[in-house]
């Protein structure tokens, strides 16, 4: 596979682009229904934060679900993320924007940091934001104010003005996310229901012992999301995170082994993945009020 081409600066995205110099050099929209068919570069690097409102994905990939998507599509990248290309080049039908906004265009601005709490900025680019008709008038509505601010005469309160932009920007897209988590019942149900298979499959492996328990990393890697996006569903869901969701499972799998079997406290920690059996008691009675040994006791 080739090695991701790094784009550092917007001027150079232009550039690369075909596009005229920006009005700006650390922040710009560009309109994508102009984006050509590139065989060289399948995969860059972007140095700064990239926002894109898409139409015309037809046979794009959320997650395992293949959707034919006839209202808009956002994306966020976050600066350092990969972003590939289509498999078949860049659909004939393409039509939105791409808002690329320069970490230094924020500097000294609360939103600077604000930014970096928005989790969806750390979601794979195949978790995308599904657009009604009406939100999507509504963000292209913020996208036409910030593009008219910087065409204008730039004065002090330019930057300001589309900063505010910005947050409200990212304000509504956490706030149509969440309404996203809820509204898709059928794929986060089954997103769920094979977390459920992955975490009873993993807790009934022998080899739990040696390979210890199981991390947030390899529950979201086989389930074929970000951990970050997996922890925003689980917590829109069921109120929990990946990692409770696993101790639940833990707790219930040693509540079974002290209640039907006669192994010792220390042959359960250990058959649970634990080195040692005082983590086990400690995370146990956290989670129980009771110790392992208390709970074993309560059945005679």
Partial sequence: MAKPYRIKTITDLHRLGGYAKPQHPLISIIDISGLKNDTDINAVIFNFYVVSLKRGCNGLFYGQQKYDFDEGVMAFLSPGQILRGEENGVPPNLTGWMLFIHPDFLWNYPLAKKIKQYEYFSYNTNEALFLSDKEET???????????????????????VIVAQLEVLFTYAQRFYERQFITRKITNSKILSRLEDILNDYFNNEALATKGLPTVKY??????????YLSSLLKQLS?????????????????????????????I?????????????????TKTQQSPLEFRQSFN
């Fill in 219 to 228: 529950i979201a890697a086989s389930l074929n999301i970000s951990t970050k």
């Fill in 269 to 285: 920690a250990y058959e649970l993945g634990f080195e040692h059996s005082q983590s086990f008691n400690k995370l146990f009675k």
């Fill in 138 to 160: 509504l963000i292209n509505g913020i996208i036409e104010n910030i593009k008219q601010e910087y065409h204008s005469n730039i004065d002090k309160f330019s930057q300001e």
């Fill in 239 to 267: 109120g929990q995170t990946t990692q409770q969701h696993i101790h639940e499972k833990l707790i219930e799998k040693a509540k079974e082994k002290l209640s039907t079997t006669d192994l010792s406290v220390s042959e």
